[in-house]
């Protein structure tokens, strides 16, 4: 099938973009990678009247280290973060996991900023947001302003982000040194989405859990942080049996949605299962870097 008739744009500038988000008014879709938005379009689920693309605006592609902070700009490719050294080292999390988005074509267009905004909670990035405790900045016309992932996603496919505002940064904090993590998902196949994916992040201090992070992808209409599951840990510690309590409550604080794909059961059955799959692997971690 072929999109419906729409105008083109090509902004060379952030503010050039802003200029023409706002005299659509709501009408307009951004371009990053267009992994997500062209089927969408190609099969008339989106028809908007105008496609402003970001891809020449290089100001938007970067990765930096910066006060203990990693910051990418939106328009940062995902294969760009799968090779890259400074996040192999500070975000190691977001590095396992995105080594399971898609396929290479997949992540070699997408982008950061385009899969946060577009906001499907089966996705990795919304997940990695969420447990990293990271923001995103937008901009429009208004100026400029930073959203926490709570802040940001409010359902399926459904941010706060305004019509006239786009994502241009995301900024996540370095992880502690030492850090245990692992990022656990089933799919029926290989690049498909998650059914249900879980992100682990452990710190400890002196065989102790100081902080502990679970959030879930694909267990509900957005990334979900789990703290009476973190609780656990942080209380009882990382034994095999905490291990246990923190999966088994894990899977009693999601509320999936039944589909095509698995039924609630199935997707509170497998929080279970892949929290404590993530936790084992993100124990076994601990201070390794």
């Not at 459904?158 to 904090?173: A, I, K, N």
Request: aromatic share 6%.
């Amino acid at each position: 099938m072929k999109p419906a008739r729409f105008d083109y744009h090509a902004p060379a500038t952030v503010d050039e973009a802003v200029a023409l988000l706002t005299r659509y008014g709501g009408e307009a879709k951004l371009l990053a990678g267009g992994q997500s938005l062209m089927p969408l379009m190609n099969f008339r689920l989106a028809r908007p009247a105008a496609l402003i693309d970001l891809n020449a605006i290089a100001s938007l592609a970067y990765i930096r280290e910066d006060g203990g902070q990693i910051r990418f700009g939106a328009m940062t490719r995902q294969r760009a973060i799968e090779f890259s050294p400074v996040v192999r080292r500070r975000l190691p999390l977001l590095t396992e996991a995105t080594a399971l988005v898609g396929h290479l074509p997949i992540r070699t267009r997408g982008t950061i900023g385009g899969s946060i905004a577009h906001a499907d909670p089966s996705a990795e990035y919304p997940a990695i947001l969420a447990a990293l405790d990271g923001v995103v900045v937008a901009r429009g016309p208004r100026g400029e302003r930073t959203l926490r992932a709570s802040e940001l996603f409010q359902s399926y496919l459904t941010t706060s982000l305004g019509h006239d505002e786009m994502l241009v940064e995301v900024r996540l904090p370095a992880m502690p040194s030492g850090t245990g993590f692992a990022f656990e998902e089933f799919s029926r196949r290989h690049g498909d989405f998650a059914i249900v994916g879980i992100a682990a992040m452990l710190v400890t201090q002196e065989d102790r859990c100081t902080a502990a992070r679970l959030v879930t992808a694909g267990a509900g209409p957005v990334p979900t942080r789990l703290p009476q599951a973190e609780e656990i840990l942080e209380r009882e510690g990382l034994s095999d049996a905490a291990i246990e309590a923190a999966a088994r409550r894990a899977a009693e604080l999601v509320e999936p949605d039944s589909d095509i794909h698995a039924s609630a059961a199935y997707r509170r059955n497998l929080t279970r299962v892949l929290t404590g799959r993530a936790l084992r692997r993100a124990v076994a971690r601990l201070g390794d870097r």
